[in-house]
């Protein structure tokens, strides 16, 4: 029996954990809590001990396990595994991959989440082993990873995948959460398509999203999904806007990287068709036809599995 | 004495040749005319006999050379070094590398020559040594190359770094030669600045461009330059668009590709601090603040023995 690698997924909220083959495949996975009290100090522990404890209850040592691959939230320094600031977290300077390899007695390596989901979904999602792929991952936020001959492109300062904060909307876009004004994060999000909708639907009484807005108090994408593919105009107009913008977006950026798979991940890209038939369509107009030509859009296909695949394939090509 | 690396920068009208030590420094640097008579058939061996004459000139023999570092124009497949099709030249499904080879008894390796340029100022120019580095070329047109952890950015079909056909005006831009409308090229170009100082001096009877303009029959990005310098308002008002176009291209690519530093080449590049001044402000205006501490933007050094330079610097680590 081969040995295992160890993924693991830390969110502000919950700790996703697997067990994976060396050819990828899950063998088991859990959640633990995220327990964000003084300072997140606890939560290289949880992890450790948790790791233990799934190994006793599978009847097996630690010996089974290779290496670890972590993904985090915030910025860290890749040579040294350090993490300058996880703001969900609490952790400022936190040697994590220092105090995860002591606590553990295993090899560890860390990334940043958004990468660690995009190398996942390279290795045994909608990549499909594709070696330059760019994915966004459309959630309450918009994030990225930029892959280039396998590898995640990180840039000089561990900012390289951050394509939320592409300005779409030059002057007199809405603000974001960055601190500029008209970045895709503030259209293309979920909670950008659902304020853009609200527009849309205050200028036209009669659309559907009124009902659903005055039903339920509030507006979320897949509402907005839903009443397009049932033909509501204001629904209809508000995917038209996102996927011009998303499309540009993504369009100017393979006519400068390049990639063969664009994978869009993220609860958003569950809204299907309606939204990527559009997308596909802007694309088209604004890329390069031979940039075009090379590369396929892909609904993501790991789901919430991308990021202990991504880890997990870290572990397996770094240690 | 040390051997000496080869750089080849093939252009439409000339072709740039230089002996350069394993350190580079230029040893001899010479041109010889671009012969596309015939398709361009003679031109790899018009490249091996000038070597072959430079080298008894030089009182050296064939051993002296280690290998050949080429840059040309058009698409190229890096693995085989088979050029797909260089418009200005003529090739089309040509095997430059096999028949350089064979000429010259070398090892060649070949690449874009928008790519090396971005190498040689890696190397030697103004990126300075920084592997993480983005070079735009403002010339005729607007082309560049994207350098990641010391290595040239190809894509999945050698088209990244193709920034020229970045969409800036999505709608009623100017047309572009690659079929689009409103690619930066139509803007930032010394063609795109040229037409849009023509209109902005039209609306403005008073402006010198106009009177540059019936004195020379034509207007050129320096003239435009020259009179913003002088305080000249449509000439102001010309490189204040171009500068918002072209600072939010630049700082849009590097939120997702995070460069240390960002190379301004090309003729345009020489208008110098009455563009550069203005590109900064705008560049920082729609950067991430940490992308932007992470990058600093410079003028390309190297003027045209950036080629050579690079095609030396690839033969040196690929060969």
Not at 197 to 203: D, I, L, P, V
């Amino acid at each position: 029996m081969g040995k295992w690698l160890v993924g693991v997924d830390l969110g502000g909220t919950t700790i996703k954990i697997a067990f994976i083959t060396l050819d990828g495949h899950i063998v088991e996975k859990w959640e633990i809590p995220t327990n964000i009290n003084e300072d997140g100090k606890s939560i290289v522990k949880d992890i450790a001990q948790s790791i233990k404890n799934q190994l006793v209850q599978l009847s097996e040592t630690e010996e089974k396990l290779l290496a670890i691959g972590m993904g985090a939230p915030g910025f860290i320094d890749m040579k040294t595994g350090f993490i300058y600031h996880a703001v969900n977290i609490g952790w400022k300077n936190y040697a994590l991959k220092e105090e995860l390899e002591r606590e553990t007695g295993l090899p560890v390596i860390v990334d940043n989440d958004a990468n660690i989901a995009a190398i996942g979904e390279m290795w045994l999602g909608a990549g499909d082993g594709e070696g330059n792929l760019l994915m966004v991952t459309l959630g309450t936020g918009v994030g990225g990873g930029i892959i280039v001959n396998g590898h995640i492109m990180h840039g000089t300062n561990g900012m390289a995948g951050e394509i939320g904060h592409i300005t779409s909307i030059p002057e007199g876009g809405a603000a974001c959460n960055c601190g500029k004004t008209g970045c895709i994060e503030t259209i293309a999000s979920a909670t950008g398509i659902a304020r853009i909708a609200k527009e849309k639907a205050g200028n036209d009484k009669s659309s559907a999203l009124n009902r659903i807005l005055s039903e339920n108090g509030e507006l979320k994408a897949k509402d907005v999904a839903y009443a397009a593919e049932n033909g509501d105009q204001a629904a209809t107009e508000t995917l038209d806007e996102v996927a011009f913008h998303l499309g540009l977006v993504i369009a100017n950026l393979s006519n400068s990287i390049n990639p063969g798979k664009i994978v869009i991940g993220g609860g958003v890209s569950q809204a299907g068709d309606v939204l990527m038939s559009r997308l596909e369509k802007q694309f088209k107009r604004f890329a390069l036809p031979r940039v075009a030509e090379g590369a396929s859009l892909k609904v993501a296909t790991l789901g919430n599995d991308a990021g202990v695949i991504g880890g997990a394939w870290l572990a397996k090509h770094n240690i």
